[in-house]
C-alpha cells in the first residue's frame, strides 16, 4: 500500500509538471482510486453525520408535495455521498474539475432513485447558477481543505439554502491537540507550507481551521465537533482530525 501511494505521488508529480490540465485528469483518476480505498473507513462516521438528511422535510411547496427534498452537493468528485440521500430526491452538484464526470456517472448510476437536476462545472464560490433560497439541503465533505475561499463558499451556502435549511459537513482540518499529536502537527506544516500536499492533491492544505471559519459564516446554528475519523492505515492519520456536524441557515 505504501509503495503505491509513493509510486502514485512520482507519476502525478510529473505528469502534473509537464500538463497542468492533465494534473487535473490525473487527480479524479487517483481520487477514484484513492476513495475506493479510504470510503469504507469513513462510512460509519459519515452515516453518523449524514444520516439525518433522510429525515428532512423539504420546505418548498412543488417539492412538499413529492415528499422529496433538494439536495446541492459541493465539490461532489466522484459522487461518494449517494447512499445518504434519501429516495426521490432531487440533486443539483457543483465541481470545479470536469473529469471526475465519468468516476461520477458511473457511481451515480447505482442510485436510480436519486433524481439528477444539474451537473454544474465552477467552484463553489461562484455559484450564481443556482437560485437564492431554493436548497433543503447542502453537503460538503472534504473540499473545504482545497477551495481558493472557505467564507466565499459558506456565504454562498446560506444564500442558496432555504430559510432553516441545513449543511452537513465533514472536512478534515490541521490537528489542534499539539502535545498528544506534535510529530503529526509537524508533518501536516511541512507538506502544507512547502506545497508538496497541495501540489499532489489538487490544492489541499492539511493545516486549515474549518472549525473557525464555520463559526464565522454567520448561520443561526452551528453544530459542529472536532472528531477523529476511525482511519486505520498509519499514512491516512495526516487527515485526521475532521470537524463535523450542520450548520442552520
Ligand atoms: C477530496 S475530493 C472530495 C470529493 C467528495 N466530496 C468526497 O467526499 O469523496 C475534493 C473535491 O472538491 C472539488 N473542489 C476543489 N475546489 C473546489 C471549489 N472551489 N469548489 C467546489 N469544489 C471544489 C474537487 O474538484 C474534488 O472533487
Not at 51 to 75: T, V
Not at 129 to 147: E, F, G, K, T, Y
Not at 178 to 193: A, G, S, V
Not at 223 to 238: C, M
Request: glycine share 6%; hydrophobic share 40%.
Amino acid at each position: 500500500m505504501f509503495c503505491c501511494v509513493v509510486v502514485s505521488f512520482v507519476v502525478g508529480y510529473l505528469v502534473c509538471l509537464v500538463m497542468p490540465d492533465l494534473r487535473r485528469r490525473a487527480f479524479a483518476a487517483y481520487m477514484d482510486y484513492f476513495t475506493k480505498a479510504i470510503d469504507p473507513m469513513y462510512e460509519t462516521f459519515k452515516k453518523e453525520v449524514f444520516g439525518p438528511i433522510k429525515d428532512i422535510k423539504s420546505k418548498i411547496p412543488e417539492l412538499q408535495k413529492k415528499h422529496a427534498i433538494r439536495i446541492l452537493e459541493i465539490g461532489v468528485g466522484t459522487g461518494t455521498n449517494f447512499q445518504f440521500y434519501p429516495e426521490g430526491c432531487h440533486l443539483v452538484v457543483v465541481d470545479p474539475n470536469p473529469h471526475f464526470k465519468k468516476y461520477y456517472d458511473a457511481n451515480r448510476a447505482k442510485f436510480p432513485q436519486i433524481k439528477s437536476e444539474e451537473i454544474i462545472v465552477a467552484g463553489g464560490e461562484n455559484m450564481d447558477m443556482v437560485a437564492d433560497n431554493s436548497i433543503d439541503v447542502v453537503v460538503i465533505s472534504l473540499v473545504l481543505c482545497s477551495v481558493n475561499s472557505t467564507q466565499q463558499i459558506l456565504q454562498q451556502v446560506r444564500r442558496v439554502l432555504v430559510p432553516g435549511g441545513k449543511l452537513f459537513f465533514v472536512e478534515h482540518i490541521g490537528e489542534w491537540d499539539t502535545k498528544k499529536h506534535n510529530f503529526k502537527k509537524m508533518f501536516q506544516d511541512i507538506f502544507t507550507y512547502l506545497r508538496i500536499w497541495p501540489y499532489l492533491f489538487d490544492g489541499c492544505e492539511l493545516t486549515r481551521d474549518t472549525l473557525k471559519e464555520l463559526e464565522q459564516a454567520g448561520f443561526s446554528k452551528l453544530n459542529a465537533k472536532r472528531k477523529y475519523a476511525p482511519i486505520e492505515h498509519s499514512f491516512f492519520q495526516i487527515l485526521n482530525p475532521h470537524v463535523v456536524g450542520n450548520a442552520t441557515k
